[in-house]
């Protein structure tokens, strides 16, 4: 009886362990040509393509996921878990961005400052807490010995003698060399005018802002996009005794005071007046208010502690999934140079996976 219980036990381990075996056995395939067109040609291993020509890659093998990095910048497979660069290795580094100034009076200005006089926010866009609210106020403007990193930039008149009035967008880059190794939070501070009550208070937009990081004997940036600088809203109109007790519609209030989106830490997904707009990061703005529609805006976005030679990893394309076919893909190239286009491949289940990549040399010329 013993003997056969062994023997059970074993058959049954041995089901068991065939029938891992067998649940993950479709081992990832591959193949990769490209579609030989007048100015391209391949070799097997190098594309050779004029720039703007359309680049058509033949697919084999149907992995049930697929991406493609073409080797441009921000899009390199052996940058993907990149999240760092070491300060040596940095020739420059600069924080670029192009503001958009529009409608009435208002001011705005970058300021920086190390985590040795600021040591981070103590609330969150998700926090209600007013004491963490007050906390942080005190701390922002009055605490905390900020830098200029840019002049102030001021609409519609009233500009000092070390501010910079503006009317149009306009594009700037501020040299990071300075803080490179060291922890600093960058943060936005913006200003109504005192003429609410008859003139509107501007908008301000900021586009396409990111630190780059040029490398040594590299020839495209390491790029740290504003999306991971962890920026919080302060809106320090909840320090003002009049937004907070009025009601309706009232120029003390405004409908700034009753907007769902208008928190002590709040951002809008809308035209909310006089509070930062953060849907899409490539284009965030804290939005106008009209005149007579609420007391002077003094709100600030502050970003987590950060290192300036941080980066954010280089992405690629998702071309499928499990779901879908796909036997060609076209990709173009537009800037002349050398490129590494990699396709990832990869099968997968909750036993395993089988993954293979295929590289190849793409030559653009002029």
Same mark, same amino acid.
């Given at each position: 009886m013993k003997l056969n219980k062994i023997l059970v036990v074993a058959g049954i381990v041995g089901l068991v362990f065939c029938s891992c075996e067998n649940e993950f056995k479709n081992d990832v395939e591959l193949g990769v040509n490209v579609a030989v067109e007048d100015g391209i040609s391949f070799d097997g291993q190098t594309v050779t393509v004029k720039k703007g020509t359309p680049v058509t890659f033949q697919l084999s093998g149907d992995p049930d996921?697929?991406?493609?990095?073409?080797?441009?910048?921000?899009?390199?497979?052996?940058?993907?878990?990149?999240?760092?660069?070491?300060?040596?290795?940095?020739?420059?580094?600069?924080?670029?961005?192009?503001?958009?100034?529009?409608?009435?009076?208002?001011?705005?200005?970058?300021?920086?400052?190390n985590s040795d006089a600021f040591?981070?926010?103590?609330?969150?866009?998700?926090?209600?807490?007013?004491?963490?609210?007050?906390?942080?106020?005190?701390?922002?403007?009055?605490?905390?010995?900020?830098?200029?990193?840019?002049?102030?930039?001021?609409?519609?008149?009233?500009? #000092?003698?070390?501010?910079? +009035? %503006?009317?149009?967008?306009?594009?700037?880059?501020?040299?990071?060399? @300075? *803080?490179?190794?060291?922890?600093?939070?960058?943060?936005?501070?913006?200003?109504?005018?005192?003429?609410?009550?008859?003139t509107a208070q501007s908008k301000f937009t900021f586009k396409n802002m990111q630190i780059e990081n040029q490398i040594l004997d590299v020839d495209q940036p390491a790029v740290f996009a504003a999306e991971s600088f962890g920026f919080t809203a302060l809106n320090l109109l909840?320090?003002?005794?009049?937004?907070?007790? #009025?009601?309706?519609?009232? +120029? %003390?209030?405004?409908?700034?005071?009753?907007?769902?989106?208008?928190? @002590? *830490?709040?951002?809008?997904?809308?035209?909310?007046?006089?509070?930062?707009?953060?849907?899409?990061?490539?284009?965030?703005?804290?939005?106008?208010?009209?005149?007579?529609?609420?007391?002077?805006?003094?709100?600030?976005?502050?970003?987590?502690?950060?290192?300036?030679?941080?980066?954010?990893?280089?992405?690629?394309?998702?071309?499928k999934n499990i779901s879908q076919s796909l036997d060609s893909y076209t990709h173009t190239y537009t800037e002349a140079g050398t490129y590494t286009a990699t396709f990832v491949a990869t099968n997968a289940n909750h036993t395993g996976e089988s993954r293979v990549t295929r590289e190849y040399t793409v030559v653009v010329t002029e």
């Amino acid at each position: 009886m013993k003997l056969n219980k062994i023997l059970v036990v074993a058959g049954i381990v041995g089901l068991v362990f065939c029938s891992c075996e067998n649940e993950f056995k479709n081992d990832v395939e591959l193949g990769v040509n490209v579609a030989v067109e007048d100015g391209i040609s391949f070799d097997g291993q190098t594309v050779t393509v004029k720039k703007g020509t359309p680049v058509t890659f033949q697919l084999s093998g149907d992995p049930d996921f697929l991406s493609f990095y073409s080797g441009e910048a921000g899009h390199e497979y052996r940058y993907k878990d990149r999240v760092m660069v070491a300060s040596d290795d940095i020739k420059s580094s600069v924080l670029k961005f192009s503001l958009l100034p529009q409608y009435g009076k208002g001011s705005i200005q970058l300021l920086v400052a190390n985590s040795d006089a600021f040591p981070g926010l103590n609330g969150s866009s998700s926090s209600t807490s007013r004491s963490m609210y007050m906390q942080d106020s005190v701390l922002v403007t009055e605490t905390t010995q900020w830098q200029p990193l840019s002049k102030r930039f001021v609409m519609g008149g009233g500009a #000092g003698a070390d501010d910079e +009035a %503006v009317s149009k967008e306009t594009a700037y880059e501020i040299d990071m060399t @300075p *803080y490179l190794g060291q922890r600093i939070a960058i943060a936005i501070r913006y200003e109504g005018h005192d003429d609410w009550a008859t003139t509107a208070q501007s908008k301000f937009t900021f586009k396409n802002m990111q630190i780059e990081n040029q490398i040594l004997d590299v020839d495209q940036p390491a790029v740290f996009a504003a999306e991971s600088f962890g920026f919080t809203a302060l809106n320090l109109l909840y320090c003002d005794p009049d937004f907070l007790s #009025g009601t309706g519609n009232s +120029a %003390v209030g405004g409908r700034r005071r009753t907007a769902v989106a208008n928190k @002590p *830490y709040g951002t809008a997904t809308n035209n909310t007046e006089g509070v930062w707009n953060v849907k899409d990061w490539a284009a965030f703005f804290i939005h106008s208010s009209g005149a007579n529609q609420g007391p002077k805006i003094s709100s600030w976005l502050i970003s987590n502690l950060m290192v300036v030679n941080a980066c954010t990893p280089d992405s690629g394309t998702q071309l499928k999934n499990i779901s879908q076919s796909l036997d060609s893909y076209t990709h173009t190239y537009t800037e002349a140079g050398t490129y590494t286009a990699t396709f990832v491949a990869t099968n997968a289940n909750h036993t395993g996976e089988s993954r293979v990549t295929r590289e190849y040399t793409v030559v653009v010329t002029e």
